[in-house]
Structure formats: structure tokens, C-alpha cells
T-cell receptor, first 115, second 112 residues
């Protein structure tokens, strides 16, 4: 399994500002995923990030609000732009396992509170 | 489409009680099935998995059997501990990539 770290682990931000979340993996992976978990809810996929190409966004998420970078095979960033209180969530990155069984491994998450 | 339906919570049990969390799925192909656990303030950890019919996944005393005939993957543990208090998510994946579906999560609290 992959070891995934995220920075920051939590932050409190003011509305209208932006926060960039970093995700680092201990091995090279083709695809990385960004999820949002709103309070008391399940996970919702924001986008899939492949190295060398633009991220693919799910319905309801747009690049202007959640720009993603994927500069290499072990690192990705997600920016939450022009934040509002509705963006208060846990943001998680994940990678696919290498066993061929399609499991995903998750980072510890970034707990964002927007005031 | 593909989906996961998970037992509503919250669930509260006394220590050493038997646990069952129901999970059923709908899938067009042959999914792999997973249980993830999220301890308070942490990210998701893969608890166990099963990749084909009749497979039993097990870990830390938890078990789940992939039942194709009932499209189910119920999570069980014979004797829960306070440290098992967490939110449990059932999930499926049919292919590689972004086709990964989570249930709504079931919160478990174990009281001494």
C-alpha cells in the first residue's frame, strides 16, 4: 500500500481567500484523486489528476474553483479558491493500489473551516 | 448505474457485542468490494476487501463475504471493542480509475 501525506492537516480560513492543499505519495502513481467530505457525509469525488494532462472534473466541480496541479508522479495540489463557508469540509487525496484490485488508498485529509 | 447502499446509523453497541453493518450493491460488471474505516479526526483506511464472489475479506477481527446471489457485502465482528468506534464505509469499484463508489457511511460507537 502507498503512504500518503497531506499538508496542511487543518486550517481555518476567511471567506474570499484561497488555500492550496498538498498531497505527497511515497511511490510513483499514475492517477491521483481528490475527494471532498462534507460534515457528516460520505466522500464525493472532485477530480482525477493524471501527470502531464489536465485534471478531469466531476459534475458540479469546476477548474476555476478547484484548480489542480500534478507536476510529477508523486505529488499533487488542490486549491480551494474564493472560499465560502460552504467549502468547509475535509479534503482527501487518494491513489489507486497496484494489486490490480482497484482499491484506493487515502491520505489523512485536510480539515478546512471557512469563517 | 453502479451504487452502494449502506445501513443507516448511528449504531451504538456495548463492548463485546456482535456487530453487523449491512451493505448491498448494484453493479453492471464484476466489482471489487471494500470496507473502509474512518477513526475520529483521521482519513480513510482500507479495512478489508474482496475481489470475486464468495471471497471473504478479513482484518482486525472484521469479516465480510462477497455474496453475488444477494449482492451483499455485510461487515461483521464477533466482539467489538471501544477502539472500534469509527465511521465505516462500504465501497465498490468496477474498473480502474475514478469509478469508485462509496456508501453513506455508518457511525459506530462502542460503549464500555
Amino acid at each position: 500500500s502507498a503512504v500518503i501525506s497531506q499538508k496542511p492537516s487543518r486550517d481555518i480560513c476567511q471567506r474570499g481567500t484561497s488555500l492550496t492543499i498538498q498531497c505527497q505519495v511515497d511511490s510513483q502513481v499514475t492517477m491521483m484523486f481528490w475527494y471532498r467530505q462534507q460534515p457528516g457525509q460520505s466522500l464525493t469525488l472532485i477530480a482525477t489528476a493524471n501527470q502531464g494532462s489536465e485534471a478531469t472534473y466531476e459534475s458540479g466541480f469546476v477548474i476555476d474553483k478547484f484548480p489542480i496541479s500534478r507536476p510529477n508522479l508523486t505529488f499533487s495540489t488542490l486549491t480551494v479558491s474564493n472560499m465560502s463557508p460552504e467549502d468547509s469540509s475535509i479534503y482527501l487525496c487518494s491513489v489507486e493500489g497496484t494489486s490490480g484490485n482497484y482499491e484506493q488508498y487515502f491520505g489523512p485529509g485536510t480539515r478546512l473551516t471557512v469563517t | 448505474g453502479d451504487s452502494v447502499t449502506q445501513m443507516e446509523g448511528p449504531v451504538t453497541l456495548s463492548e463485546e457485542a456482535f456487530l453487523t453493518i449491512n451493505c448491498t450493491y448494484t453493479a453492471t460488471g464484476y466489482p471489487s468490494l471494500f470496507w473502509y474505516v474512518q477513526y475520529p479526526g483521521e482519513g480513510l483506511q482500507l479495512l478489508l476487501k474482496a475481489t470475486k464472489a464468495d471471497d471473504k475479506g478479513s482484518n482486525k477481527g472484521f469479516e465480510a463475504t462477497y455474496r453475488k446471489e444477494t449482492t451483499s457485502f455485510h461487515l461483521e465482528k464477533g466482539s467489538v471493542q471501544v477502539s472500534d468506534s469509527a465511521v465505516y464505509f462500504c465501497a465498490l469499484s468496477v474498473t480502474a480509475g475514478n469509478q469508485f463508489y462509496f456508501g453513506t457511511g455508518t457511525s459506530l460507537t462502542v460503549i464500555p
